[in-house]
């Protein structure tokens, strides 16, 4: 499931419920909650609906102020420009045999999510094929991109969402 985003400063939360929306977290959204309610009222719409529906739902818009409010940043405001992002990659699990595909998701892109090719059963996108197609590749283009300009720097965070085990 793939999510536009529309809400500004809110790449963050675009990629995390990226993250939880689709692969082996959604298994530990808790039953009944307002995030469950939210995907599942998610799930069967387009592109655009789907950003209105998030747009508009103030359960959604409480969390994030909540957890912002938590943070150790001051949030830019609405009209600031901001240079950092979050992308998402996700295992999206197919049929036994075939194990399952990595996607790179971005709310921001209109062309929707990127298939990034196939994983196999025992890989997950921590694996050494899904960092290559993945992280990996983001890495070298904005390498590529960086020294290209003479900037030269690149700065970035990963966050994996993974199970206890």
Same mark, same amino acid.
């Given at each position: 499931?793939?999510?536009?985003?529309?809400?500004?400063?809110?790449? &963050?939360?675009?990629?995390? !419920?990226? /993250? !939880? $929306?689709?692969?082996? +977290?959604?298994?530990?959204?808790?039953?009944?909650?307002?995030?469950?309610?939210?995907?599942?009222?998610?799930?069967?719409?387009?592109?655009? $609906?789907?950003?209105?529906?998030?747009?508009?739902?103030? /359960?959604?818009?409480? /969390?994030?102020?909540?957890?912002?409010? @938590?943070?150790?940043?001051?949030?830019? +405001?609405? *009209? *600031?420009?901001?240079?950092?992002?979050?992308?998402?990659?996700? @295992?999206?699990?197919?049929?036994?045999?075939?194990?399952?595909?990595?996607?790179?998701?971005?709310? $921001?892109?209109? +062309?929707?999510?990127?298939?990034?090719?196939?994983?196999?059963?025992?890989?997950?996108?921590?694996?050494?094929? $899904?960092?290559?197609?993945?992280? &990996?590749?983001?890495?070298?283009?904005? +390498?590529?991109? *960086?020294?290209?300009?003479?900037?030269? *720097?690149?700065?970035?965070?990963?966050?994996?969402?993974?199970?206890?085990?």
């Amino acid at each position: 499931m793939w999510f536009r985003q529309t809400i500004r400063h809110a790449c &963050g939360l675009i990629a995390l !419920l990226h /993250a !939880l $929306a689709n692969g082996p +977290a959604k298994k530990f959204i808790t039953r009944n909650s307002p995030l469950e309610r939210l995907l599942k009222e998610a799930a069967p719409l387009g592109p655009a $609906a789907r950003a209105e529906l998030l747009y508009n739902s103030k /359960a959604l818009e409480d /969390a994030h102020a909540e957890a912002a409010g @938590k943070g150790d940043t001051r949030a830019p +405001a609405a *009209e *600031e420009e901001c240079e950092f992002h979050y992308i998402t990659f996700v @295992k999206v699990d197919g049929d036994v045999d075939e194990g399952g595909r990595l996607w790179e998701l971005e709310g $921001a892109w209109k +062309a929707g999510p990127l298939d990034r090719g196939v994983l196999g059963p025992e890989e997950d996108v921590l694996s050494e094929r $899904a960092l290559e197609a993945g992280v &990996g590749r983001f890495l070298r283009v904005a +390498a590529e991109r *960086e020294s290209g300009d003479g900037g030269g *720097e690149m700065r970035f965070s990963l966050v994996a969402v993974t199970s206890g085990g």
